[in-house]
């Protein structure tokens, strides 16, 4: 019992202190406004936050269709050895 609350403490801590930005202090920004600047400091984090997301998700669609354009080239060069030999 003692070893499974030593592994769980630390992640319920961290989560305690995620949930209530008032007793992390993450800066005195967040801490101190409850007006409408905040809701628009949250979706500004939230924005920058997706922008990585964003880029790798585009180059993992632009790399498939480049892969998707390649392999019927290659599939119709290898019919076109098999029609000339």
Not at 41 to 64: D, E, N
Not at 67 to 77: F, G, H, L
């Amino acid at each position: 019992m003692g070893r499974l609350i030593r592994r769980v403490a630390p992640g319920l801590g961290a989560l305690l202190l995620a949930t209530w930005p008032g007793l992390a202090s993450a800066c005195a920004y967040c801490a101190s406004s409850r007006d409408s600047s905040s809701a628009a400091y949250l979706w500004t984090a939230v924005g920058l936050g997706s922008l990585p997301i964003g880029f790798g998700g585009g180059l993992a669609l632009w790399l498939r269709a480049r892969y998707k354009r390649s392999v019927p080239r290659a599939e119709e060069e290898r019919e076109a050895a098999r029609r000339a030999a």
